[in-house]
């Protein structure tokens, strides 16, 4: 997760559109928010863009450029349709009440592990970080989650933070930091190509509950009001991580094409792609987008029960909803 504070344009951007929060006409156009610049995590909606599945499916579609402002809160005002968010950011927001429903889970798996440099020595196993300093984002959910991980391998899940957001890396890489968070088919990859290799330990190793690391989230007033469209750009979107599964090369060369300049090296897109069709992008029976009730109830409901959870009213929330009503399958074809 990336946590940011608003900026001016975020701000503005957000006042201007957020009157748009009631129905949207079928000719307005399809406003997407990035939660960050192009990366692997975003290839389906480049694909479905490139291959022109959005035209196909009559739709004009515009993806808006990267601010300080949440998907989360874009979307839930209004000011987007449609966004990319994170189970643990999702968690949050929907908690405080934000009208927001997840409409396809794009990485099935947590594609984020802890992370520490691959020739320290005296970390073999999360136990070690106990007393150590982490480099995070701010997120709520970060935590109470590294804490878990630690105490079930045997810590007591002490550690010193500090939010770096982006500069976490770097913090790593120079000794600053002892461990962090990347994306292993972005940062993870990049640390490699940069000489920078880093250990990296899953939460699901040792019992922590499986997440749907990466969403696709929708307006939920709109979404009912306009059910084939939403049905028009969900299934549009799930074709292009649909051809990102089947053939990561061609997706990658399609994010490529359509972001000139916007990476650092090829491989690091071409090897992005590839690790996420291997590992992330289809559920336990092969399909693209599906989400469960079991698996939102599994890390959501772990929040829940550390107390960190607020209600629109700031005020902790242990008591769990109904997990069922926080996404939906409806827009997805099999």
């Known amino acids: 997760m990336r946590v ?24 307005q156009p399809v406003r997407v928010a990035l939660d960050w610049t192009p990366n692997t995590n975003h290839l ?44 643990d950011s999702f968690t949050f927001s929907k908690a405080a009440g934000a009208d927001i429903t997840s409409v396809m889970a794009i990485l099935q798996h947590w594609a984020t592990e802890v992370a520490v440099r691959a020739d320290r020595a005296d970390i073999r196993s999360p136990r ?47 000794g600053q930091a002892d461990f962090t968070e990347p994306f292993v088919n972005v940062e993870g990859i990049e640390a490699e190509l940069r000489n920078e290799p880093v250990r990296t330990f899953r939460y699901t190793d040792y019992g922590f509950p499986d997440a749907y690391n990466v969403l696709l989230i929708g307006n939920s007033t709109r979404l009912a009001e306009d059910p084939d469209r939403a049905r028009a750009f969900v299934g549009a979107v799930q074709r292009g991580y649909r051809l990102a599964a089947d053939d990561p090369a061609a997706a990658a060369q399609m ?63 242990t008591a769990q909803p109904d997990f ?11």
């Open 128 to 174: 070690d970080l106990d007393g150590k300093i982490y480099a995070g984002f701010g997120g709520p959910g970060e935590l109470p989650k590294m804490q878990a991980v630690i105490r079930a391998d045997g810590g007591r899940g002490e550690f010193t933070s500090e939010v770096l957001n982006t500069a976490a890396y770097e913090a790593l890489y120079a």
């Open 255 to 317: 994010l490529k094409d359509a972001n000139p300049g916007a990476f650092t090296s090829d491989e690091l897109v071409d090897r992005g792609a590839a690790m996420l069709a291997e590992q992330f992008l289809r559920d336990e029976q092969g399909r693209v987008g599906f989400q469960t009730e079991e698996r939102w109830s599994g890390f959501s409901g772990f929040l829940y029960g550390t107390g960190s959870v607020a209600g629109p009213d700031g005020a902790p929330v």
């Open 44 to 87: 389906g909606l480049y694909v479905a863009q490139q291959a022109g599945y959005f035209d196909e499916a009559g739709l004009d579609v515009e993806f808006l450029p990267w601010n300080t402002t949440s998907p989360d809160t874009l979307v839930g005002t209004g000011a987007a349709d449609y966004g990319i968010s994170f189970q």
């Open 4 to 27: 940011r504070v608003l900026s001016l344009f975020g701000a503005l951007l957000l006042m201007v559109l957020a009157g748009c929060a009631g129905g949207a006409p079928a000719s």
């Open 324 to 334: 069922a009503t926080w996404f939906t399958n409806d827009y997805l074809t099999p």
